[in-house]
């Protein structure tokens, strides 16, 4: 019989790619364990209450001018993501009973989640799960998927730090007199680590930049973060006033500082990059500013060439409206920066990056004095920074306040949602420098640069224990005033 001619194991494609695997350098992975996902790219993380399942949703047309029905189902979701995690805490997951009234593990029972629809007709305190909706002006109602409830808040003792405004998803005690649900007390949702939603959810579906499905592949970007993670470093500015005096100065320090550093830091620049909103003459003027800050960056030629930049815009930059999700920087303004620099990203408002298996959210608002503005309820103290951190986090969301207050393009709510927790929160605001950690996540703000030349030094990985976990720094740093 004649044999058949079989194909060569050996390739040309098999070769290359083994000769490129061996000739990697630090470089080369530090380039490969960088991913920027915009806003508008995010994939959606949807929860069937029905089915009980996960499902990350890539859509590929979306638009801006949403219809009622994605109002509706924007704070379904938002609802849906928290009621499963709160339905799994052992407070309140239903356990079975034994004759004397304990529960089979030995503790009490657990309390029950009422739905509002059930409220009518049934005496005593019971605890709910709800969004606080203002359906008539003035008067808070608690709604849920199956009805909505006026509510009397005259004696409500709030339980947990944390802000509680219109739109957030809280939990409630309290007993119904005559129609109205008088609330006893009242609190933020109970937050779930990101290594736990991540056991809850799967890896495929939480996974929202489709680099490490597998866990092949996750312990593939484990040795690499161990080996390389601790070189790389992130230099975050926020309000970079570009047309004020001393700023581009202070700037030219900065980079002069960090020209020699092997790897370069990765440079972000958080808006406003204006002091005032633009006038009427203003867009040439913005236009000069970018130019000039160029201008500054190509004086460092390295840093021009292998510098990697990611501009993210404030409130006040040019653009559309003060919507959320911010569309990036029009490329009409950023024209000279384009043509001087060699890795520059300009990002939506907020965006995500991938550094290794970190995933860190940068966002740029005026969080604290929105929420504070408001708040329904007087929080428990005056820790001002800890409350909007706590608030964020337990809510899963940037920007848990009324649509009125903070108005958010409804298709595209899923690029605010912090289910699973990302592993660093990168806060631009208007307030004083500050960091916290909180389950398990980093939450940054790095200050307005504008006013005291402040800036933050964030090392997502500084080092990586035998069992896989790793630690991160955070350094304020200040550029001195002469």
Known sequence: EL??????????????????DLSRDGRDVHEEA?????????????????????????????????????????????????????????????????ADGRSSDGRNVTH???????????????????????????????????????????????????????????????????????????GNPIVETRL?????????????????????????????????????MFVIMSDVHLDKPGVLEKLETLFEGFQEMDPLPIFVLMGNFCSVPIARDGPKAVMANFDDLANVIAKF????????????????????????????????????????????????????????????VLTRQDVVHKLRRHCILKPRSSEWVQHTVKTILDQGHLSPLPLHASPIYWQFDNALRL????????????????????????????GPFANDFDFVVYRPVVSVDDDGHTKSDVEFSQIMKE
């Open 3 to 20: 044999c058949e001619r079989r194909q060569p194991v050996i390739t040309q494609e098999l070769l290359a790619s083994v000769v490129a």
């Open 34 to 98: 960088l991913q920027l996902l915009n806003a508008y790219d995010t994939p959606r993380l949807d929860y069937d209450t029905m089915r009980k399942q996960f499902t990350l949703v890539n859509e590929q047309e979306r638009s801006f001018f949403g219809e009622a029905n994605d109002k509706a189902d924007m704070f379904a979701q938002r609802f849906a993501l928290v009621q499963q995690r709160i339905l799994r805490q052992d407070l309140f997951r239903p356990k079975l009973v034994t």
């Open 112 to 186: 029950a989640i009422t739905p509002v629809e059930s409220l009518l007709g049934r005496a005593g305190v019971k605890f709910l799960l709800g969004m606080i909706t203002q359906v008539e002006e003035g008067r808070y109602y608690l709604e849920d998927s199956t009805a909505q409830v006026p509510l009397d808040l005259s004696e409500t003792q709030v339980l947990t730090d944390g802000f509680i405004t219109e739109n957030c998803i809280v939990l409630v005690e309290g007993e119904m007199v005559d129609g109205t649900l008088h609330v006893l007390r009242m």
């Open 196 to 232: 736990d939603s991540r056991e809850t959810i799967g890896l495929v579906n939480s996974d929202l930049f489709h680099s490490m499905s597998t866990m092949a592949e996750l312990d593939k970007l484990g040795e690499q973060e161990k080996e390389h993670g601790p070189d790389g």
């Open 301 to 360: 030629p390295r840093i021009a060439s292998q510098g990697k930049f990611i501009f993210v815009p404030g409130p006040n930059d040019p653009g559309m409206a003060d919507i959320l999700p911010r569309p990036p920087l029009p490329k009409h303004f950023t024209s000279g920066l384009r043509s001087k620099l060699s890795h520059v990203h300009f990002a939506t408002n907020p965006c995500r990056l991938r550094y290794f298996s970190k995933e860190i």
């Open 419 to 446: 289910y699973p927790l990302p592993d660093a929160v990168i806060l631009g605001d208007v307030v004083d420098q500050y960091y916290e950690n909180y389950a398990d996540c980093d939450a940054i703000n790095p």
